[in-house]
């Protein structure tokens, strides 16, 4: 049974900074890839960061260069590191294993 959680989303002013974290368990986690996706009100989910087993990551382009994806595969979990935050950033994020399995997700709201 895989299950991810999200944390470490709350409030913040623009230009500040937010690290979510991902705890997964259920399955060989190291072999995955992993990815933070987010839904704002109103708009379709979207994909943030991805990371490859090999620690490889791409960013969409609006969040290069202020927003980082790490992995700790002796934790089973993954982090996204985001800084120099906007408005635009408020939503939903949600940690996924392979685009197949979902969190429950953690709210950013940056005002």
């Known amino acids: 049974h895989v299950q991810l959680v999200e944390s470490g989303g709350g409030s913040v002013q623009a230009g500040g900074s937010l690290r979510l974290s991902c705890a997964a368990s259920?399955?060989?986690?190291?072999?995955?890839?992993m990815g933070w996706f987010r839904q704002a009100p109103g708009k379709e989910r979207e994909r943030v960061a991805t990371?490859?087993?090999?620690?490889?990551?791409n960013y969409a382009d609006s969040v290069k260069g202020r927003f980082t994806m790490s992995r700790d595969n002796t934790k089973n979990e993954v982090y996204l590191q985001m800084t120099s935050l906007k408005s635009d950033d408020t939503a939903l994020y949600y940690c996924?294993?392979?685009?197949?399995?979902w969190g429950q997700g953690t709210q950013v709201t940056v005002s």
């Open positions: 259920g399955y060989t986690y190291s072999s995955y890839c």
């Open positions: 996924t294993k392979s685009f197949a399995s």
């Open positions: 990371i490859n087993s090999d620690g490889a990551t």
